[in-house]
Every structure is written in structure tokens, then in C-alpha cells.
């Protein structure tokens, strides 16, 4: 009898711990997704603004009647910047105050949502707005996926990530070739990608949560993670819209 007393004591002192970890988790995963979607809620605000106003001229030289556009020295610097801003960000993640990597996380998304006014200036409002909602379906079941499969997706993210670089050296070798058909091509291969690396970048926040980690830490910890999963976000996006997007 007294065993039994024993027993239910355990079982009943186990289970607020594993009720514990669950809800730290869960809360890292919001914190974690609060700040991608702000981040792409910025991006797309500043992109709009930029777009809508005369601030596209200074990332442009626009002929309305010719149809043409060329990039502008400041245009080259806005679109370049949000690289730079990764290097620096991953720089600040483990070597400057929270606030700081929180900073250089803000600006890259006002940095980014500039480098990508030339979307509306390519396709129409519809389009990018039908894209981004398939795109959130995609990245959605992408990441109910990554997020409750028991199957180590490690190995798949190592292949992946060799062939994403692959595919930027293709893309930047496509930038002289112009051919419309490897474009389709690269474009295909890109979602694929991206959809793939969306579920193992998921995986690997969850699997980076930690239960004893300070709030300073977990918090950088969602902050990269967030960044991560921005990054998949917006680049299967872009590929998407290459493929469904409708040109002005």
C-alpha cells in the first residue's frame, strides 16, 4: 500500500515538469514566430511605401514611357545592405547586448523591405498578394511539418544546404546567361528548396529550445531562429512569384 502512496506521489510530482517544458517550448515558438511576422510586416510596409512614393526614384531610374528602369548607386547599396546586415547581425548575436542584436534585426528588415520595392514596380498588387498567401500555405504546412515530425531531418538539411549553394552560383550565373528557360528551371529547383529547408530550420528551433536557458539567451535564440525562417519565407516567395507572378 505504501508503495502504491509512493508511486502516485511520483507520478503526480513527473507531470507539472513535463507540462513545463511543454508551455516553455511553446512559448519560445511564439516568441519565435512573433518576430518573423513582424519582420516581414515591416519589410512588406516599407516595400509598399517605398513603392507608392517618390522614394522609389532615389533606388531607381524610372522611364514611364519607355517602360525601363535601371538601378541607382543608392539603389545598389539599399539592395546589397540586408547581406551586409546578416554578416553584422551574426556578428552582435553572441558579442553585444540583447538590444542591440535586436536592432540590427529591425533595421535589416526595414533594409530588406526597401531592397524589394521593385516588386510592385515588376508585378501587379494582385499577383503579390495571391503569391504571398500561397506562400503562406506552403511555408504553414512546411512548418507543422518540420514541427511535430519525430524524423531526424539533419541529413536532408545538410543536402539541401549544398544545393542551395548551387543554386545561387546557377542564378548569378543566369544573370548573364538571361535565359528564360533555365530561369523556369532554377526557379522550380528554388521552391523545392525552400520548401524543404523550411521544415528543417523549423526542427532546428525547436531542437536549439533549452529549458534552463535565461531569458537573455533564449530570447537571442528566437531572435536567429526568426531570422532563419524569414529568410525561407520571403526566398520561396520570390520563387513563387517568378512562376505565378503576373508582369506589368
Known amino acids: 500500500m505504501?508503495?502504491?502512496?509512493?508511486?502516485?506521489?511520483?507520478e503526480v510530482v513527473a507531470r507539472p515538469s513535463v507540462e513545463v517544458v511543454d508551455?516553455?517550448?511553446?512559448?519560445?515558438?511564439?516568441?519565435?514566430?512573433?518576430?518573423?511576422s513582424g519582420s516581414l510586416l515591416v519589410a512588406g510596409l516599407v516595400a509598399y511605401l517605398f513603392a507608392n512614393t517618390g522614394l522609389i526614384k532615389l533606388l531607381y531610374n524610372i522611364d514611364y514611357q519607355a517602360q525601363t528602369a535601371s538601378i541607382s548607386g543608392i539603389g545598389?547599396?539599399?539592395?546589397?545592405?540586408?547581406?551586409?546586415?546578416?554578416?553584422?547581425?551574426?556578428?552582435?548575436?553572441?558579442?553585444?547586448?540583447?538590444?542591440?542584436?535586436?536592432?540590427?534585426?529591425?533595421?535589416?528588415?526595414?533594409?530588406?523591405?526597401?531592397?524589394?520595392?521593385?516588386?510592385?514596380?515588376?508585378?501587379?498588387g494582385a499577383s503579390i498578394t495571391r503569391v504571398f498567401f500561397v506562400t503562406a500555405i506552403t511555408f504553414g504546412c512546411m512548418g507543422i511539418l518540420g514541427y511535430s515530425t519525430q524524423r531526424d531531418l539533419s541529413k536532408l538539411g545538410s543536402y539541401?544546404?549544398?544545393?542551395?549553394?548551387?543554386?545561387?552560383?546557377?542564378?548569378?550565373?543566369?544573370?548573364?546567361?538571361?535565359?528564360?528557360?533555365?530561369?523556369?528551371?532554377?526557379?522550380?529547383?528554388?521552391?523545392?528548396?525552400f520548401t524543404g529547408l523550411t521544415a528543417v530550420d523549423i526542427q532546428n528551433i525547436k531542437m536549439m529550445y533549452y529549458r534552463q536557458d535565461s531569458e537573455?539567451?533564449?530570447?537571442?535564440?528566437?531572435?536567429?531562429?526568426?531570422?532563419?525562417?524569414?529568410?525561407?519565407?520571403v526566398n520561396l516567395?520570390?520563387?513563387?512569384?517568378?512562376?505565378?507572378?503576373?508582369r506589368r
Open 76 to 124: 545598389w547599396l539599399v539592395m546589397l545592405s540586408p547581406l551586409a546586415m546578416i554578416f553584422a547581425f551574426h556578428y552582435v548575436l553572441s558579442r553585444k547586448s540583447l538590444a542591440a542584436v535586436q536592432a540590427v534585426f529591425w533595421l535589416f528588415s526595414v533594409l530588406e523591405g526597401a531592397s524589394l520595392a521593385y516588386l510592385f514596380i515588376i508585378y501587379s
Open 23 to 36: 508551455e516553455g517550448l511553446r512559448s519560445y515558438m511564439i516568441k519565435v514566430f512573433n518576430y518573423m
Open 216 to 233: 537573455d539567451t533564449a530570447s537571442r535564440k528566437a531572435i536567429a531562429g526568426a531570422l532563419n525562417l524569414y529568410l525561407d519565407f
Open 160 to 193: 539541401l544546404y549544398m544545393a542551395l549553394i548551387g543554386l545561387i552560383v546557377a542564378l548569378v550565373v543566369n544573370m548573364f546567361l538571361k535565359s528564360s528557360g533555365l530561369d523556369y528551371a532554377l526557379s522550380c529547383i528554388g521552391v523545392l528548396l
Open 237 to 246: 516567395f520570390l520563387m513563387l512569384l517568378r512562376l505565378m507572378g503576373d
Open 2 to 10: 505504501n508503495e502504491l502512496n509512493k508511486s502516485s506521489q511520483i
